[in-house]
């Protein structure tokens, strides 16, 4: 028996102190010397990386510091030169690029205007599947004036083109690189400022600085290595620990959290992205106006901001706030207020005073918006209405998006700081994501006029006039805006948000 | 000693009968009363800390809800997934083990085949499956964890089946002339009830652990309505905020558990002959 | 003993014909399709797109067809593409493997190590207040849902810098201390529940071993006790604890799903839930065909072992 102690004694103080030794040591850093390196953590693998292709929004993230496009978004959403260094446009259907001399693709040829031709062309092929094509189609033709200059021609008036050649599903890319290796899914031949090294799937993907890169001094850092961790406490965690340098983090909870945590740096400010509440308007009681804004009028959205995203988020209209000269204040639109009796009027005029019961269908991601749902459900009581939660898993989610099966459903939607390129397609009756069915005279009308404006200020009167009527018809109701946040660790400097979550500025960026 | 004094003389099951015992009393009370509304969100009670004087002594979740009426709200459902889907399982399992175990040959074969395959199925991957397919609610949850269990009753009434089919007794009963399905309730199921009952009692242990797994991962019992799963699987954003959403709703779940564990335990002391004498 | 072994290895092929049957035909049941989850709901995807898609994604032949051509495949030890990715299924699981299998040698090491001198000690002092107190402890162990476990471990250390890791998996020879830190608590909230298990069994079989004639020989003749225990009954007993840490061995290699995703750990349960989310049916088939069949040949294995080490079970299946 005693020896038997004595073994199991040792056992136990071995695994003691190793464990304690194991941890005693610290974070043990494999740094190298002299090398700047920057790590930033994501919570989604990206899929694929050709920017012609991909659709995940963790690829995009990548492709921002892989490749160009003609031009970019600046951090107040404002569109900047990027490979294009100027353009003009003589008359709203033709639009001249002219390119940047010297740029050179990762393998070193020279990028020239054929290059463009070629990559928008690729996009329109119905044959690439591309995600990007919708952008395009008003296109008719692109043609190479020089080796600098590019024209496009439209078939009809476009005042959102600009705005839309800023997507990375429109990056100019090599054609000799998609003929070597069929696509570009998991290699990376742009003119960005890093290039790709080495990519473990489901862990980290490592990028080297480009050495040819045509902005003088940038990127500040030798490497850039993305992460994958799944779970925003955790993300939180690796800043914290010195593990990561930036981390992108969606939620709202981890976010506050973040903010009473020293040592990191808290960087947030609302997003492009649209939370909504959306009814299929082809189902009863949904065909009746009145009954979707006796809905609206029973919503308050502070509560939402509040509840669901631990005030992480901005109240918003039809279009997203963080588009500041398109987007009307909320009071200015005809449904701002939470109205029990107004809504509950309402109601009674369109046949229902006893409140009626309809399903919401979400989900537990953070894009299926389960915890917005919740509340809803919870305000809609007030006025009689009850709501059934349909939590679906979130291939059943995005199943049902695209039969359009559901009464309502709560969604995220990729706004855009140009008001055409968001709510045409959303909300237009032949709109590609109008998912509500909705299809209004009065809606099309101000939409087919506000594409072709190209005087901001009678553009300006469309869309006001586009956000009352939205407002009033409520459709679809725009929650609120979601904050794009990081958490940095203090080392880093020169980080700037865009508001679309993109990371180009991650080339001014720099560690201490 | 007959099996129920045994049961009450053997402590460890009775601290099992007596934490059980004590969740039933819970469930019935949450019928007739709870503290709070456990729907009822409350903007200005976000995240409170437990504390006796505001009436929250668990504290309140991220909708304000009180955490201790929810949780009380969820032993129902808790318990009542964990019993049926075990009823489930059990009876599917038993019927294809003692059907497999006393016809024998080939269809003691296919059958044990069947089970087999299910068997190597890792067990939440398939509840995943059959959850994905089917949707999420609650009668689901119950098909899909009793779909996982079957493969394990199956095997062990098949084989206390086999062992007593060679005792002697049953080699008497058939000589004097008694039929197959005389024999086999008769004789055969009585004297194999006993693995049965431990494996049952396990498997209501192991069912709430399931279910909190599924739920935890967003495919069990969906919200708004309160299981210690889905609270849990809510608690895991805020955690780090208000540890206390997920601390309450886990022990919830662990003395539960412990409580059938114990029972099992005890169960098997005093139904396993080879131990009962041990001293 | 190798008719045994024949037989034993013929009656596999009919459960994983089953297994890849049930896979294939289910994961196709469920709603959604791979193509619908690459589109995602901010695309706006014309019917024309979509056929395009699926012609690429190879999935626009009915099932039946399509199973025919994947067992073709996975006999000739192709696994096929990633719906998601596009990448090869085979080297993506085998870049996982060993993750998975470490996080389970780990995790039963830590459980043996736990158990074994618990259950020998309970069983020593049986019916005492002591082996009352650790048969508690041992069910309160297999009380405990690892993720829940596991996230209280986060929530307690995550706050101390570099105790939890987070992110970018080193493999053990790459950097074996870091590897060791980031597997150690993972490790611990699956090895506690199996520690539990691991005592059961050495408990009860200890007690069973000490009833043996054989033992009561030995004291008789006047051993001591503790030569008694060690050279006879532990012999003994170990036995049933071997064939329950096989079995379960095969059940943990599966992945622990919700650990890996816990503690973000790219292992084979985090890949197969990811999988089932989008739908990528390649990934999913693959995964439950190799776990499938390393979990029957793990049993098989421990049925041999079992076999050879008492010769008192005949060998019957």
Request: negative net charge; glycine residues 8%.
């Amino acid at each position: 028996m005693k020896k038997l102690s004595m073994v199991l004694i040792a056992i136990v103080l071995i695994s003691a102190i190793s464990v304690a030794g194991l941890f005693a040591t610290g974070t043990e850093e494999v740094q190298g010397t002299e090398e700047k390196v920057l790590t930033i953590g994501v919570d989604q693998e990206a899929i694929g990386l050709d920017p012609h292709i991909v659709t995940a929004f963790s690829s995009h993230r990548r492709i921002d510091l892989m490749y160009n496009r003609l031009v970019r978004l600046d951090e107040n959403l404002v569109v900047v030169p990027d490979l294009a260094e100027s353009w003009e446009i003589p008359d709203n259907l033709t639009y001249i690029f002219h390119l940047r001399e010297g740029v050179k693709f990762h393998n070193g040829r020279e990028l020239v205007a054929d290059d463009v031709k070629y990559s928008l062309e690729r996009v329109m092929d119905p044959k690439t599947a591309s995600p990007g094509k919708s952008y395009l189609a008003l296109v008719e033709s692109v043609e190479v004036v020089d080796q600098y200059t590019v024209k496009l021609t439209l078939s009809a008036p476009l005042a959102s083109l600009l705005d839309s050649l800023t997507s990375n599903n429109l990056s100019i890319v090599p054609k000799e690189a998609v003929e070597e290796y069929g696509n570009l899914q998991k290699v990376a031949v742009g003119t960005g400022p890093f290039m790709l090294d080495e990519w473990v799937a489901d862990n980290s993907m490592t990028l080297v600085k480009n050495p040819d890169y045509f902005i003088e001094g940038e990127p500040k850092v030798d490497k850039v290595i993305f992460r994958v961790i799944p779970e925003a406490a955790s993300l939180l965690a690796g800043v914290k620990s010195g593990d990561l340098d930036i981390a992108t983090i969606s939620d709202g909870a981890t976010i506050r959290q973040a903010k009473n945590t020293s040592g990191v740096v808290v960087k947030s400010k609302p997003g492009i992205n649209v939370r909504t509440f959306g009814f299929n308007t082809t189902r009863e009681p949904f065909t009746d106006e009145r009954v979707r804004r006796a809905l609206a009028l029973a919503i308050d959205r502070d509560e939402i901001v509040m509840m669901a995203e631990f005030g992480m988020g901005t109240p918003t209209g039809p279009i997203p706030v963080a588009a500041t000269d398109w987007a009307l204040p909320l009071d200015e639109l005809p449904v701002n207020e939470v109205n029990y009796e107004k809504a509950k009027a309402l109601l009674a005029e369109a046949g229902y005073p006893d409140g009626f019961s309809f399903d919401i269908v979400c989900s537990a991601t953070y894009e299926g918006g389960l915890a917005v749902a919740q509340v809803i459900q919870s305000e809609l009581k007030n006025i009689g209405v009850t709501a059934n939660l349909v939590v679906v898993e979130w291939g059943v989610y995005i199943d049902r998006w695209v039969k359009r099966d559901f009464d309502s459903m709560v969604e995220i939607r990729g706004g855009s700081g140009e008001p055409d390129r968001f709510l045409y397609r959303t909300l237009h009756s032949t709109g590609g994501v109008n998912n509500f069915m909705f299809a209004d005279a009065k809606t099309d009308e101000l939409l087919d006029l506000g594409r072709s404006q190209t005087v901001p200020a009678e553009r300006k009167k469309t869309y006001n006039e586009v956000q009352k009527v939205l407002s009033e018809k409520a459709p679809v109701i725009f929650l609120y805006s979601p904050s794009e946040s990081h958490v940095l660790s203090e080392r880093v400097t020169g980080f700037k948000q865009v508001g679309n979550g993109s990371l180009y500025y991650v080339t001014q960026t720099d560690v201490q | 000693m007959n099996t129920m004094t045994r049961l009450v003389k053997n402590r460890i099951a009775l601290a099992g009968l007596i934490i059980i015992s004590l969740y039933v009393v819970i469930i019935v009370v949450s019928f007739f009363w709870l503290p709070f509304d456990p729907m009822e969100m409350n903007p200005e009670l976000m995240l409170q800390k437990p504390s006796l004087s505001s009436g929250h002594i668990f504290g309140t979740d991220e909708f304000g809800r009180d955490i201790l009426s929810r949780v009380m709200k969820g032993s129902a459902v808790s318990l009542m997934i964990s019993i049926l889907a075990t009823l489930l399982g059990a009876t599917f399992g038993i019927l294809m083990g003692i059907w497999a175990g006393f016809l024998g040959g080939r269809w003691d074969n296919v059958i044990m085949r069947i089970a087999d395959i299910l068997f190597s199925f890792p067990s939440l991957l398939l509840a995943i499956f059959i959850m994905a397919i089917l949707g999420e609610n609650n009668a689901n949850i119950i098909i899909a964890i009793g779909i996982v269990y079957i493969p394990q009753f199956a095997r062990i009434s098949r084989g206390a089946i086999i062992a007593l089919k060679s005792n002697e007794f049953v080699r008497a009963a058939r000589s004097n002339g008694a039929g197959s399905s005389y024999i086999l309730f008769n004789h055969l199921l009585p004297n194999s009830i006993a693995p049965i009952i431990v494996q049952i009692s396990l498997s209501l242990s192991v069912a709430i652990l399931l279910e909190s797994a599924l739920s935890f991962l967003g495919l069990g019992i969906q919200p708004p309505e309160p299981s210690w799963g889905n609270m849990l699987s809510s608690a895991r954003k805020v955690m780090m905020l208000a540890p206390w959403t997920a601390i309450y709703p886990g022990l919830a779940i662990v003395t539960l558990v412990l409580g059938f564990n114990l029972l099992g335990d005890g169960l098997r002391d005093i139904l396993d002959p080879r131990l009962r004498n041990v001293r | 003993m190798l008719r045994f072994i024949v037989r034993r290895l013929l009656t596999l092929i009919p459960v994983l014909l089953g297994v890849s049957l049930i896979v294939f035909f289910l994961v196709r049941l469920i709603p959604g399709t791979a193509l619908e989850m690459y589109m995602g709901t901010q695309v706006e995807a014309t019917p024309e797109m979509m056929e395009e898609l699926e012609k690429l994604f190879g999935e626009d032949k009915p099932v039946p067809v399509l199973y025919l051509e994947w067992m073709q495949d996975i006999l000739k030890g192709d696994f096929g593409y990633s719906l998601r990715t596009g990448r090869p299924v085979l080297p993506d699981i085998l870049s996982r493997l060993p993750l998975s299998l470490e996080l389970t040698l780990f995790s039963l090491i830590l459980a043996l190590l736990i158990g074994i001198p618990l259950g020998i000690a309970s069983s020593l002092r049986q019916n005492t207040f002591g082996d009352f107190l650790m048969r508690i402890l041992g069910l309160l162990g297999l009380s405990l849902p690892q993720f829940w476990l596991a996230a209280l471990m986060v929530m307690a250390f995550s706050g101390f810098n570099g105790w939890i890791p987070m992110g970018n998996y080193v493999g053990f020879l790459e950097a074996p201390l870091r590897n060791i830190k980031m597997l150690f608590f993972p490790s611990l909230a699956i090895g506690i529940g199996f520690a539990a298990v691991v005592m059961r069994y050495t408990r009860t079989s200890m007690l069973e071993v000490f009833q043996m004639d054989y033992i009561r020989t030995a004291k008789a003749k006047g051993l001591k006790r503790k030569s008694v225990i060690y050279t006879h009954a532990l012999k003994n007993g170990i036995l049933p604890v071997i064939t329950v840490t096989g079995f379960n061995a095969g059940y943990l290699l599966s992945g622990a799903i919700v650990i890996e995703e816990v503690f973000a750990l790219p292992g084979m349960g985090r890949l197969s839930l990811y999988a089932i989310y989008q739908r990528d049916y390649p990934i999913i088939q693959a995964v439950v065909m190799i776990v499938a069949t390393i979990f029957v040949l793990v049993n098989l294995v421990t049925d041999i072992v079992y076999a050879l080490a008492d010769p008192r079970i005949r060998l019957s299946d």
